[in-house]
């Protein structure tokens, strides 16, 4: 037998490290969901006000693109530490701050971070994992998100609490910073070797920028099938968020759902996004990644369907939103999976901009969705949610492939 690998070489270390961080990550991107008043009050501006901050946060995350391509020049891990310590510091910042325009302004800056690290870990991962084993662990990675929303937010609601606002902000800063050390322990891959000794070797001149810019949305020959998996992540985010940024105001409008109901609905939402993610952790790599990213896709736009006719009590319209959301989640991830393997030899670039692309819509939905509430109600949400899920199903039976890139670029990765 031979030697054992060292701890850090192992899958698993990785695997725990980036659910770990990815947790503190994604609190810091959830906060304000449940505690935008509590925040709003604590800083010293209105809800609206704040409100405006954290779209701004939002459309920062479209530079993510600029992060995957660094990450494909210098290398994930060190993008990765980069990320993790510009949202942390930009988490005590806040938290420090005795000023709504420190405030503000370190709440911005922290998109950049957190909008720049999921992807790079995941294009990180994709470099450690074969592609029959991918959804299995970007599934497991994913779990984060939910274990977010239950444990993060409920540690950040205690802090509040006991303490005050800015506890939570200088609590996940402080984490964040040593996420940010610790990853220093992950060995670098092969990958990111070669990206090494090219950014050495290239000296940047403006016939290579020019060639950089020319280059940064192309995908090779495979270019249809990569575009098109990227598209299905802005729309599947359109179709969700148009309920999500409403169904607050739907649930307690229509059925005087206060903040208590809320929060137990919520954590019965994160509770549906953890079993979705074990779940494509489990099958999708057993019935191929697009195979499952149908099958969520396909759920999801039926579930929308469904939706106005649970619209009769509380707890039937609860299990309307559960229903599309949770196979939105399992698309989600399998796409993310699917996603890795559409172009190699970028990962970063082509994640990131997924990231931006699934912003896109979120940013869209965000505006729209009140909207189409007031004017046409549940009934219309539906229909215009399920419009997009339709168009993200056609995309990905007639242009999406399993492995657009991975056949002539097998072998040549670790």
Do not use: C
């Amino acid at each position: 037998m031979g030697e054992k690998r060292p701890l850090n070489q192992r899958i698993i270390y990785l695997l725990v490290l980036g659910i770990s961080a990815k947790l503190l990550n994604d609190t810091t991107i959830q906060i304000f969901n449940p505690f935008l008043t509590m925040i709003a009050e604590g800083v010293g501006v209105s809800v609206v006000t704040l409100g405006g901050i954290v779209a701004l946060r939002s459309l920062v995350g479209f530079a993510s693109p600029l992060m995957g391509v660094l990450a494909d020049r210098i290398g994930y891990k060190r993008v990765m530490q980069g990320n993790l310590a510009i949202t942390g510091l930009s988490m005590i910042a806040a938290g420090l701050s005795r000023s709504t325009f420190v405030f503000a302004l370190s709440v911005i800056v922290s998109g950049i971070g957190s909008s720049g690290y999921t992807p790079t870990l995941h294009a990180y991962l994709s470099t450690k994992l074969s592609y029959k084993k991918r959804a299995l662990g970007i599934g497991i990675v994913e779990y984060s998100w939910a274990l977010a929303g239950i444990a993060g937010l409920f540690t950040a609601g205690y802090l509040i609490k006991e303490y005050s606002w800015r506890a939570p902000f200088l609590f996940f800063g402080i984490l964040l910073l040593m996420a940010a050390v610790f990853y220093q322990t992950l060995p670098v891959s092969k990958v990111e070797e070669r990206a090494g000794e090219s950014s050495e070797k290239g000296a940047l001149s403006l016939k290579s920028i020019q060639r950089k810019m020319y280059d940064f949305f192309t995908f090779g020959v495979h270019s249809g099938s990569a575009w098109g998996t990227i598209v299905v992540q802005g729309l599947n985010f359109f179709a969700i968020m148009q309920i999500m940024i409403i169904h607050g105001g739907w649930l307690s409008g229509q059925y005087g759902a206060d903040s208590l109901v809320m929060g137990r609905i919520a954590l019965l939402f994160g509770a549906g996004d953890l079993t979705a993610a074990v779940l494509v952790s489990l099958f999708a790599d057993r019935i191929g990644k697009r195979r499952s990213v149908m099958i969520g896709v396909a759920g999801m736009s039926a579930g929308f369907l469904l939706m106005p006719f649970f619209n009769i009590s509380l707890n039937y319209a609860v299990a309307g939103i559960l229903l599309p959301r949770f196979f939105f989640e399992f698309a989600t991830i399998s796409n993310l999976a699917l996603l890795t393997e559409q172009f190699p030899s970028q990962r970063g670039k082509i994640m990131s901009i997924g990231t931006a692309v699934g912003l896109a819509g979120i940013t869209a939905a965000t505006a729209l969705g009140p909207v189409d509430y007031i004017k046409w109600g549940v009934p219309g949400l539906a229909v215009i949610s399920f419009i997009p899920g339709l168009i993200s199903f056609s995309v990905l039976f007639f242009v999406v492939h399993e492995k657009a890139a991975s056949e002539f670029l097998e072998g040549k990765e670790e």
